[in-house]
Every structure is written in C-alpha cells, then in structure tokens.
C-alpha cells in the first residue's frame, strides 16, 4: 500500500460504501461502529463489515476517497468494557458518508453548509451529530431515509 496519511477515525463498510466517523476521544467513534456492525449482524442493515477503528488511512482515488485500516490496528476494534476485539473486517472501502460525532456545528434543522465534509480533497455528504443526540438513532434514520450511495 502506498503511504497514506491515517486520521483519527472509524469506518464501517455498509452495502457498498464506507461510514467514515469521526469525532474527540471519547465521543464514541468504536462504539457506533460496533453498533453498526451489530445491525447489520441482526438483518437491521444491509452487509456491514468493519474497516477499521481508531486510526484509518484515507486517499483520494478518481474523485472518491478510499480508507483502509491502519496497520497494527487491522481487525481490531475496541468495545468499551470488554477491551481489545477482533473481527472480520474489509481491507479497503470507499467512503459514502462521513459522521461527526461530538460536532458543535450540528443543527436541529441542519442546512447545506453542515451537509458536506471535505475529505483528502473530495467533498462527501456529512452527518453532523451533536453530543446529546445517539449517534446510532440518527445515522440508522439518514440511511433509510436519504440517500448517501450505501
């Protein structure tokens, strides 16, 4: 693999693309993506499959941004409580949606400007999620009421 800068951030393959979350330590980054994981595992979403947790590489490819788990870091994921897990996970995904945890910018009403995240240079569709909201609710709502190419 070609040397990529990592961010600090988690992704999950659902359906077809990748949720690349982001977020401060501690705003629940490996928590939402075990969640998803889980509602994929129980038939509440389509295929999801881990990328990676807490670290990810991320490039830009052909207009669309690619993440890959970040070496000693492939598989595992942490689930608060139990510790260090491993898991299958998929070794490369492109990214359809971004969400910010823990976002300041998150609105009731949310309007253009906090709809889009840039992304090693590519513009994705963002969920901005405030810090009293749960995270799971909100992304399980957007993806089955939106359409972010997952």
């Given at each position: 693999m070609p040397h990529t800068p990592t961010i600090?951030?988690?992704?999950?393959l659902v359906g077809a693309r990748a949720v690349l979350i982001r977020g401060p330590s501690g705003s629940g980054k490996s928590a939402l993506a075990y969640a998803?994981?889980?509602a994929g595992e129980s038939g509440a979403m389509p295929l999801t499959r881990l990328?990676?947790?807490d670290r990810v590489?991320?490039?830009a490819a052909h207009g669309r941004v690619l993440v890959r788990p970040s070496g000693a870091l492939i598989g595992l994921i942490e689930v608060r409580g139990l510790g260090?897990?491993?898991l299958p996970f998929e070794p490369v995904a492109v990214v359809g949606l971004v969400v910010d945890l823990a976002a300041t910018d998150s609105e009731r009403l949310p309007g253009p400007e906090t709809a889009v995240a840039e992304v090693a240079?590519?513009?994705l569709p963002r969920l901005a999620?405030?810090?009293e909201i749960d995270p799971f609710a909100i992304l399980h709502a957007a993806l089955r009421t939106?359409?972010?190419g997952l």
């Open positions: 600090h951030a988690s992704a999950v998803v994981i889980r990328v990676g947790d590489h991320v490039e260090i897990r491993r240079g590519v513009r999620v405030a810090r939106r359409e972010f």
